[in-house]
């Protein structure tokens, strides 16, 4: 199942959202109106997420996704990437998510393990 996003901060859209899940994970009669999916992870699939990992990509003008939102030609988006995953390793959902760079900066911490 893949589910459109658009997340908008005080109406204006900022972040363009796509989500992959396998269908077998969700009731039949799910809709995303419904909630949080990983609220409904939890409760209808028993999957609880654990952890992610993420790419962060640099893009410049996507033809789809910057005129919904609403970006100027030369405005910048990052690409998140992230493949969530359960306790025991499972894959269970994969995200990209479009954030427009001028309206947001993220900061890493990484770790030595």
Do not use: W
């Amino acid at each position: 199942m893949a589910v459109e996003r658009v997340r908008t901060a005080d109406g204006e859209p900022i972040v363009y959202c796509v989500d992959k899940i396998p269908l077998s994970y969700f009731p039949e009669d799910f809709t995303h109106k419904d909630g949080s999916m990983f609220t409904a992870l939890e409760r209808e699939g028993d999957h609880v997420i654990t952890h992610a990992v993420a790419n962060i990509e640099p893009m410049g003008y996507h033809e789809k996704i910057s005129p919904i939102l609403e970006c100027d030609p030369e405005t910048s988006l990052l690409v998140l990437k992230q493949l969530h995953f359960n306790s025991q390793e499972l894959p269970i959902l994969y995200s990209v998510n479009y954030f427009r760079a001028d309206k947001f900066q993220f900061q890493v911490v990484r770790k030595r393990v």
